[in-house]
């Protein structure tokens, strides 16, 4: 709080979270501190300097119950602590700050970090098969497209919480499946269920986000999903 008050912002962009989701189950207090309590300092400060704040939240404050794509409108039920540590962290912000944007994307993979698309092209690499979950549904969403969607949320007079992902729908088999095909690249791959998976922390089924809530208010809208990866992966 002190050292943004010396900074004395106009805005604030939250990227920072704590995201291995299976991780969190193990680590709730780290999980807490960085995803909720983190970004209710922030709020803090920000209305204590009178900046906006935009904060990057996640498709998992879902269930995933729903068959269709979830809206803002409809109610949150995180099923791991890593979505209840994130919606913990939306409500804080709320709870000190009337000038912010939440934005809640899905599934993002890009330069400069681990992520399952640039995994799969290595396994691609070392194994002749591997299993893959294709009973969960959402939005694979490049960071270079919303680093651009942040942008032009900054840029607008936007408030409150909105859903930002590339277009589209896939499972992480049809995404997988996808990236060996642009890439040229050869990998059999057996398809399993969720329940098959023996996982620490439960994962939303459906993590489909309704992204008309931001065309419709700021004109924003991210290209389909297998346009953005293809230029990943040029």
Same mark, same amino acid.
């Given at each position: !709080? *002190? ?5 004395? =912002? ?18 709730? /207090? ?7 309590? &983190? ?6 400060? +920000? ?8 904060? $990057? ?6 269930? &995933? ?17 890593? &979505?209840?540590?994130? @919606?913990?962290?939306?409500?804080? !912000? ?7 944007? !939440? ?6 993979? &890009? =330069? %400069? ?5 640039? /995994? ?9 098969? $591997? /299993? ?9 969403? *490049? ?6 969607? $942040?942008?032009?949320? *900054?840029?607008?007079? /936007?408030? %409150? ?8 729908? +896939?499972?992480?088999?049809? @995404?997988?499946?996808?990236? @060996? ?29 309704? +992204? ?6 700021? %004109? !924003?809208? @991210? ?8 230029d990943f992966l040029k």
């Open positions: !709080i *002190f050292y943004l008050m010396s900074l004395k =912002p106009d805005v604030v962009i939250n990227c920072a979270a704590y995201t291995d989701v299976d991780g969190c189950e193990s680590n709730t /207090t780290t999980a807490y501190m960085v995803n909720a309590d &983190g970004p209710a300092h922030l709020a803090e400060g +920000c209305f204590n300097t009178g900046a906006r704040l935009i904060h $990057i939240s996640t498709e998992y404050v879902y269930d &995933g119950t729903k068959q269709d794509a979830y809206t803002e409108k409809d109610p949150v039920n995180p099923l791991s602590e890593y &979505g209840k540590s994130k @919606l913990l962290g939306e409500k804080g !912000i709320a709870r000190h700050l009337e000038d912010y944007v !939440i934005l809640r994307t899905s599934w993002l993979y &890009g =330069p %400069g970090g681990k992520n399952f698309v640039e /995994t799969i092209l290595r396994l691609a690499d070392e194994r002749d098969e $591997i /299993t893959m979950v294709n009973d969960q549904r959402g939005a694979p969403t *490049f960071t270079v497209d919303l680093a651009d969607g $942040i942008y032009r949320v *900054f840029k607008s007079e /936007t408030r %409150g919480i909105y859903h930002l992902t590339n277009s589209g729908f +896939c499972t992480w088999y049809d @995404l997988a499946s996808r990236a @060996l095909e642009i890439k040229g690249k050869s990998l059999k791959m057996r398809p399993v269920t969720t329940d098959q998976i023996d996982r620490p922390a439960k994962r939303p089924l459906n993590s489909a986000l309704d +992204c008309s809530k931001i065309d419709r208010d700021a %004109g !924003i809208r @991210l290209r389909a999903w297998d346009e953005a990866l293809k």
